[in-house]
């Protein structure tokens, strides 16, 4: 099949360009002695999980059980959660996994290590355990006293197994943290099989947290008009695109595409919803759900109705969460459409 | 199945409230005398287009060819696509559509119309074209003298009906243009079966535009958290919830949700993500993918890991975009799982 047989809008990945991707990220890994574990999120394709374990991955990253569950399906069986999994019927569910699989989770608080013990002590098992430490992120994760408590209490648990430290994004602004956390693990005699850092721009930091055992990085497999923007990727290095056309030139300032909220998410970067290749003096600068809103008026020429452009987007996980099939290319050709099997796999 | 039993985060459509929601605006339009054809964008579910359906609406709106195609399949066969068709390949597939079903489309330029008229020739059909006229929306549309032309041109292809004109939002403001076109249409003697307006917000501004014939309206049959700061919706008219757990307590001020952009999208509004009901001081500021960012500062009691809690989405539409399967609830009880059918039918 030929790309231009393809409707618009259609999400494009260029063979080469993601094999490059992958090949990078590995070797930066390598040098480092890192561990490398893919955050399959990005792309939520097994066979692209198999050609990242086949460049040298030690594992994957899933963002939920039921993205994990897809994985599982497919025969990747080493699998690291970084999420709090909360209540009984999802602390069975991890248990269950864990009965056959290479399964580890992250946790920050006493009420999630209490509900894994009592899965995992009803499955007769010890599940793996991270504790996931606050970064300058302000998301999820404890403080140094509360990692090393909780490190403590999983440690003491039959039913748990103490894997590690957690941190996202694992910036260098994490380290003094880190070392601290690690010091008093020592110090108490607790033993740390990993510190797992993540994020496409943390990795090329990565050299100056020298605490770090293993990586999660999910974009760098695309790349996306954010990671131009943060320095760590060139548009040569974006594989994905979206395939996209004019439908509209209500002014001659403006130019309607056919890819919106639904193709391309509402995810923007100062102030920019996307990056057309063939405009680049474009700017797409609003999206209703199935319409781009383009200023063309710095474009010579300016695009006609019924013509084709190729959108970078501004961040590739949540485009290809919005799509049943995405398709692989190179040159002219589509040589493979993938089903986005873990799409919509929320919990 | 109780709603107990689902997990977090699952999106709930309180089934009493949305047939509410559906006799409210067809009542509204009937009171005017206007023709009802409520957009399924919003739900993309061919079950509740047929109560729609059934309360009264003349057919429905579907914004993407495949779009219809699902509905067409589920014997919904009265369908505008408010929409420029363009290219070939959509245009045949149109034409193709128009054979069997009652299909109009709305065009807005000479090369939307040429391909459509190209298209109906190869089926000796006449495909039903509305034009678009621009509005402050400023979105897609021509101006009033583009409109003339271009309703002439339609009214003299024999593959072309004219079928009349098209705005979107049909706000009070769009009045003048509105009844120039109409003026000049009658001059030349150009008959104008329909005028459809659109927008959930405009539809409480029809009784100002007489010229209407005909709302297109989507948001209403669920209504979200834009709608009721738009003041057209009470929080009491909001049949959408994402029931979600809060999975993390870093900090006494930050509750951490399982519900991020690919539950929920990245819309916002007033710089929020959503409103929490069992917390209405709360403030979502901020989404990650599968995280919800939570200022719980002003909350008294705060919540705690594990509780949970139901969240109005900032803009429905996208929300069920996301989800294969969105629940109807009455009381404690899931009544029946949805297959979300058109979901991802982007084209």
Redesign the interface.
């Known amino acids: 099949m030929r790309i231009e047989?393809l409707?618009?809008?259609?999400v494009l990945i260029d063979l080469d360009k993601m094999k490059h991707n992958i090949v990078r990220m590995q070797a930066l890994c390598d040098d480092l002695g890192l561990a490398f574990r893919p955050h399959v999120?990005t792309h939520k394709i097994p066979e692209i999980a198999k050609m990242q374990i086949e460049a040298g991955a030690v594992g994957i990253a899933c963002?939920?059980l039921t993205e994990a569950d897809v994985f599982i399906q497919a025969n990747l069986d080493d699998i690291l959660i970084p999420?709090?999994i909360?209540?009984q019927?999802?602390a069975r569910r991890l248990a269950d996994m864990a009965l056959f699989n290479r399964i580890a989770v992250s946790a920050?608080?006493v009420?999630?290590i209490e509900?894994l013990s009592e899965a995992a002590a009803a499955n007769e098992i010890a599940i793996r355990v991270l504790v996931e430490l606050?970064t300058d992120q302000?998301?999820?994760?404890?403080t140094v006293e509360g990692a090393v408590e909780l490190a403590k209490r999983i440690d003491a648990d039959e039913h748990l197994h103490f894997a590690g430290l957690l941190v996202y994004p694992s910036n260098a602004s994490v380290r003094p943290a880190l070392q601290e956390v690690l010091l008093q693990l020592d110090e108490a005699g607790i033993g740390v099989d990993v510190v797992s850092g993540g994020g496409t721009a943390a990795a090329f930091q990565a050299h100056e947290v020298p605490e770090l055992t293993e990586l999660r990085v999910g974009t760098y497999v695309f790349n996306d008009w954010t990671t131009v923007l943060n320095g760590v990727a060139s548009l040569e290095d974006c594989a994905m695109t979206i395939r996209a056309?004019?439908?509209?030139?209500?002014t001659s300032e403006?130019a309607?595409l056919?890819?919106?909220?639904?193709?391309l998410?509402?995810?923007?970067i100062d102030g920019g919803y996307g990056f057309i290749l063939e405009y680049p003096e474009a700017k797409m600068y609003r999206l209703?759900?199935?319409?781009a809103?383009v200023d063309v008026s710095n474009c010579d020429p300016r695009p006609?109705?019924?013509e084709i452009v190729h959108v970078v987007p501004v961040h590739t996980?949540?485009v290809t969460?919005?799509?049943?099939t995405i398709y692989g290319v190179r040159g002219e050709h589509v040589e493979v459409a993938w089903n986005v099997a873990a799409?919509?796999r929320?919990?």
């Open positions: 047989d409707e618009t809008p259609s999120k963002q939920k999420y709090n909360v209540g019927q999802k920050d608080s009420t999630v509900g606050i302000n998301r999820a994760g404890t056309m004019v439908v509209s030139r209500p403006r309607i056919d890819c919106g909220s639904k193709t998410s509402s995810d923007s209703n759900e199935e319409h809103y006609k109705v019924g996980c949540v969460n919005l799509h049943n799409r919509g929320v919990w």
